[in-house]
């Protein structure tokens, strides 16, 4: 599956941005997504994952660190997955990827497992 992921900018602290990233390939709801982020001088970070079938309760994973600011969703008549970003802070600086993986990792991603990754996109947040 190929991913392309859009929606970034430049947002005052406090803002919100949605991303999205959409999917070709009549595969998309047989993967588990992915958002991760890499800030400058730093590790590229797990933000948030959905399950193939999306929803609410045991079907979605968020990083500590964005857990009641983010929300990540998914349309598989679409496939696209988003993420809903709000309360935004200058530390969610970064650019933002979106993944595509065949299996569950729950809370920990490991980056080399992922199956397919979209090119990143921009999101800056100014004090």
């Known amino acids: 599956v190929q991913l392309q992921a859009c929606g970034g900018g430049l947002v005052q602290a406090g803002g919100s941005l949605r991303l999205s990233c959409a999917a070709s390939?009549?595969?998309?709801?047989?993967?588990?997504m992915v958002w991760f982020r890499q800030a400058p001088g730093k590790e590229r970070e797990f933000v948030a994952a959905?399950?193939?079938?999306?929803?609410?309760?045991?079907?979605?994973s968020y990083a500590d660190s964005v857990k009641g600011r983010f929300t990540i969703s998914r349309d598989n008549a679409k496939n696209t997955v988003y993420l809903q970003m709000n309360s935004l802070k200058p530390e969610d600086t970064a650019v933002y990827y979106c993944?595509?993986?065949?299996?569950?990792?729950?809370?920990?991603?490991?980056?080399?497992?992922?199956?397919?990754w979209g090119k990143g996109t921009q999101v800056t947040v100014s004090s």
């Open positions: 959905i399950t193939r079938s999306g929803g609410g309760g045991g079907g979605t």
């Open positions: 390939g009549r595969t998309f709801s047989s993967y588990a």
């Open positions: 993944a595509a993986s065949r299996y569950w990792y729950g809370s920990r991603w490991p980056l080399g497992s992922m199956d397919s």
